[in-house]
């Protein structure tokens, strides 16, 4: 969000934040990369790119970037769908290697144990970052609220801007799209997005119920 904030540069974004944090951790470090900040299509274009000569171990054959980092990070949209996006992605790389997918969005027990079953039959390694229901996974002791799950709070930092500009979020669920509006309308048509939505991603109502505790 940063580089493209500073840079106005979208379609080069993801790369070029693929390459410095190479350059600055070297492959295979802390690799775990998040794919949906302007979409997961225009991110698997740069991540199937080489790493420049710079980048590249000296004793070692170029590789990709889908080479260099363990896996990817899923945060949006349908996660079962991300599944099936990155075995035909690592496929088509020839990538045989068991790259991670840490799944990240509204977890509990149950999807995570869904989610570990599809991507081990995929031929894939799950991971899974519980957030929201790890400190959040409790029972109102409220007479109103009785018996019925607290609603957890949704709590996301994001950057707002950089150099000046908005900084823009634009994930796999229609839902999850942050920023200012007439910059996320604008870079969609520059990137040729195409909107996705997800019934299970919908912000105002994932939890249960709207409204605070």
Do not use: H
Not at 44 to 67: I, T, W
Not at 176 to 205: I, Q, S
């Amino acid at each position: 969000m940063g580089i493209a904030a500073v840079t106005d540069d979208y379609a080069g974004a993801n790369e070029r934040a693929l390459r410095c944090w190479v350059d600055t951790f070297g492959p295979g470090v802390l690799a775990i990369a998040l794919t949906d900040t302007f979409g997961t299509a225009q991110f698997l274009d740069a991540f199937a790119k080489p790493l420049p000569p710079s980048s590249s171990p000296s004793s070692a054959p170029q590789m990709s970037y889908a080479q260099a980092f363990t896996g990817v990070r899923q945060d949006s949209g349908d996660p079962l769908a991300f599944v099936a996006t990155m075995k035909s992605f690592y496929a088509a790389q020839g990538i045989r290697e068991a790259k991670t997918i840490v799944f990240s969005d509204s977890l509990d027990v149950d999807r995570c144990i869904e989610y570990r079953a599809a991507t081990e039959a995929a031929g894939l390694t799950p991971s899974f970052g519980v957030g929201t229901y790890f400190t959040n996974d409790f029972v109102a002791l409220s007479s109103k609220s009785a018996g019925r799950k607290s609603v957890p709070l949704n709590i996301v930092v994001k950057l707002s801007s950089a150099a000046g500009r908005p900084a823009v979020k634009i994930s796999d669920n229609v839902g999850k799209n942050t920023g200012d509006a007439a910059v996320v309308a604008e870079v969609k048509r520059r990137l040729g997005y195409t909107e996705r939505g997800w019934e299970c991603g919908d912000e105002r109502a994932r939890w249960g119920r709207s409204g605070g505790l």
